[in-house]
Nanobody, 117 residues
Framework: QVQLVESGGGLVQPGGSLRLSCAAS??????????ARWYRQVPGNQRERIST???????DYGDSVKGRFIISRDAAENTVYLQMNRLKPEDTAIYYC?????????WGQGTQVTVSS
């Protein structure tokens, strides 16, 4: 079965950077044909979609992270990345990886990112 494991979260000061990783395993189909997304959620709030990378490599970003975050993927490592730059306190959340193909979605367990001085 598909398993997604996020890593790379932690505590960082405002203005700093982090890179999140989402390692995928047990996939039914080739890793590259899945659409990959990153979401984040603050407890008590709705989950927010912040970035997408399609099977064609087309990327999209939410307004709150556009120009600061970069999504990428590595076929050799079956891993999706989220490079987060110029972090702000409002970026504090649990970050989740999602992979979807033909309407079937898979989720990771999440990784906590805290931006604070």
């Amino acid at each position: 079965q598909v398993q997604l494991v996020e890593s790379g979260g932690g505590l960082v000061q405002p203005g700093g950077s982090l890179r999140l990783s989402c390692a995928a395993s047990g996939m039914t189909y080739n890793f590259m044909i899945y659409t990959a997304r990153w979401y984040r959620q603050v407890p008590g709030n709705q989950r927010e979609r912040i970035s997408t990378i399609s099977s064609a490599g087309i990327t999209d970003y939410g307004d709150s992270v556009k120009g600061r975050f970069i999504i990428s993927r590595d076929a050799a490592e079956n891993t999706v990345y989220l490079q987060m730059n110029r972090l702000k306190p409002e970026d504090t959340a649990i970050y989740y990886c999602n992979m979807e193909f033909m309407g079937v979605e898979h989720w990771g367990q999440g990784t906590q990112v805290t931006v604070s001085s």
